[in-house]
């Protein structure tokens, strides 16, 4: 079975500034690759998704993420954060036994 | 296209007793999938159900069970409660869900329910 690492539990940072999310994975074959978000009080949301082709892929609300094959990472990106990117995400891998594998999630605030 | 909804939203019980949990999946989705979120634990896998057939099972014990209905709704029943069973049990649906026939790894994609919230006292 896989495992995920998230490399940060907690992110706080200003509003404008940059965010970039680590995920790592430890699965060597084919895998799916999504970040959900969770707002405060609201349920899981896809933001996005890989599956195969173009390595960098876009997302809702101006996030991206990039696969790294070699690196087994897949990070989260968004240049500029809003007050309203305050919640919580978690990167998933998803591997031939379709069971969707977890991190640990990452609390992003984002101060006004 | 309405989401993916689950009833009840909360839930209080006592160690000991049972609870069943429902969810229903968005309209067309075959599968439907059972995750745990607990802050200690986060995410953790329960079981995925696809065309009334149990496809896929995570570590958990066997007082976790479900079932699934030929509408595509499926139950989640946890007996002999625990207080470490309190947590918040969230449904995904997707439309194919495991590999297909042929082997190949199927590319949908899980979209979740706002989960039901079980305390156990």
């Known amino acids: 079975a896989q495992s995920v690492s998230q490399h940060n539990h907690h992110v706080i940072l200003s509003e404008a500034a940059s965010l970039e999310l680590g995920c790592n994975y430890s699965?060597?074959?084919?895998?799916?690759l999504f970040w959900y978000v969770q707002y405060p009080g609201q349920h899981l949301q896809l933001l996005l998704k890989y599956f195969s082709g173009d390595p960098l892929v876009k997302g809702i609300k101006g996030f991206e993420a990039e696969f790294i094959k070699s690196k087994f990472s897949f990070n989260l990106r968004k240049p500029s954060v809003q007050w309203s990117d305050t919640a919580e995400y978690f990167c998933a891998v998803r591997s031939n036994d379709y069971k969707l594998s977890f991190g640990a999630g990452t609390t992003v605030t984002v101060r006004a | 296209k309405a989401g993916v909804t689950q009833t009840p939203r909360y839930l209080i019980k006592t160690r000991g007793q049972q609870v069943t949990l429902s969810c229903s999946p968005i309209s067309g989705h075959r599968s439907v999938s059972w995750y745990q979120q607990t802050p200690g634990q986060g995410l953790q896998f329960l079981f995925e159900?696809?065309?009334?057939?149990?496809?896929n099972k995570g570590n958990f014990p066997g007082r976790f069970s479900g079932r699934q209905f030929s509408n595509s709704r499926s139950e989640m029943n946890v007996s002999t409660l625990e207080l470490g069973d309190s947590a918040l049990y969230l449904c995904a649906s997707s439309l194919v869900g495991s590999r297909s026939l042929a082997g190949s790894l199927r590319t949908d994609t899980q979209y979740f329910g706002p989960g039901t919230r079980l305390t156990v006292l």
């Open positions: 699965y060597g074959g084919t895998v799916n």
């Open positions: 159900y696809f065309s009334e057939t149990q496809r």
